[in-house]
C-alpha cells in the first residue's frame, strides 16, 4: 500500500540551528500539507501546498518557516533558526484532490535543546 | 468550519462493537463529518466520511443522525490494535474550502482484553 514517508524520524539541534523535514508524498497526489503535534497536545495545521506554491497557512507559520518541493517527489518543510518552541512532532500529509482525504506519515520527531 | 463535542476517553472490550459518539449541532447542510484516529502518536490515519447517509467500509460504520447533529463511529470488532485517539471533524468537501483539518482533543478509546 502506497505511504508518505518521512525522514529523520528523530532530530536533536540546537536552538538558533536551522533544520529541514524531509517528505516523500504517494506518488499520484498533488496535494500536500504539513501539520505538527507538541507533547501532549493537538494536531495542528501549518500549511497546504499545491503547484509549487502555498495553498493556506495558519498563524504558527510565519517566517521562520518554508516549504518547497525542490524536485518533484521530495516535498520539505525549513525552519530557519529553530526555537524551543519548535519541538514537536511534524507530520507531513498528502491527497490526491483538494477536497480528498489526507494521509498522513509516520512523523519526524524535532527536538530542539 | 463546525465545531465538535467528543468524549475525552473511553474504554471498550476487545471483540464488542465500539460505538464513538460525536455531537456537531451547528454543522451546516454542507458539511461532511469525517474521522481520523491517530495510534500513538503516529500520524494520524482517515477512517470514514458522510454526508447524511450511513456509510460503511472495511475499518468502521459511520452513523449520521437524520437533523445531522451527531453521528457515530463503530468499530464492529474492536481490536487491541484499535487502541487510539479518535477525531470527529466537520469541514466543508468544496475546492474553495481547502483541504485543512482542525483537530480537537478527540477521544482516547482503550481496548482492553
Known amino acids: 500500500e502506497p505511504e508518505v514517508t518521512q525522514t529523520p524520524s528523530h532530530q536533536v539541534t540546537q536552538m538558533g540551528q536551522e533544520v529541514i523535514l524531509r517528505c516523500v508524498p504517494i506518488s499520484n497526489h498533488l496535494y500536500f500539507y504539513w501539520y505538527r503535534q507538541i507533547l501532549g497536545q493537538k494536531v495542528e495545521f501549518l500549511v497546504s501546498?499545491?503547484?509549487?506554491?502555498?495553498?493556506?497557512k495558519s498563524e504558527i507559520f510565519d517566517d521562520q518557516f518554508s516549504v518547497e518541493r525542490p524536485d518533484g517527489s521530495n516535498f520539505t518543510l525549513k525552519i530557519r533558526s529553530t526555537k524551543l518552541e519548535d519541538s514537536a512532532m511534524y507530520f507531513c500529509?498528502?491527497?490526491?484532490?483538494?477536497?480528498?482525504?489526507?494521509?498522513f506519515g509516520e512523523g519526524s520527531r524535532l527536538t530542539v535543546l | 468550519d463546525a465545531k465538535t463535542t467528543q468524549p475525552p476517553s473511553m474504554d471498550c472490550a476487545e471483540g464488542r462493537a465500539a460505538n464513538l459518539p460525536c455531537n456537531h449541532s451547528?454543522?451546516?447542510?454542507?458539511?461532511?463529518v469525517y474521522w481520523y484516529r491517530q495510534i500513538h502518536s503516529q500520524g494520524p490515519q482517515y477512517i470514514i466520511h458522510?454526508?447524511?447517509n450511513n456509510e460503511t467500509n472495511e475499518m468502521a460504520s459511520l452513523i449520521i443522525t437524520e437533523d445531522r447533529k451527531s453521528s457515530t463511529l463503530i468499530l464492529p470488532h474492536a481490536t487491541l490494535r484499535d487502541t487510539a485517539v479518535y477525531y470527529c471533524i466537520v469541514r466543508l468537501r468544496i475546492k474553495a474550502a481547502g483541504n485543512k483539518l482542525t483537530f480537537g482533543g478527540g477521544t482516547r478509546v482503550l481496548v482492553k482484553p
Open positions: 500529509a498528502s491527497s490526491v484532490t483538494n477536497t480528498g482525504e489526507l494521509f
Open positions: 451547528t454543522i451546516s447542510g454542507n458539511e461532511y
Open positions: 501546498f499545491y503547484n509549487n506554491e502555498i495553498s493556506e
Open positions: 458522510g454526508l447524511k
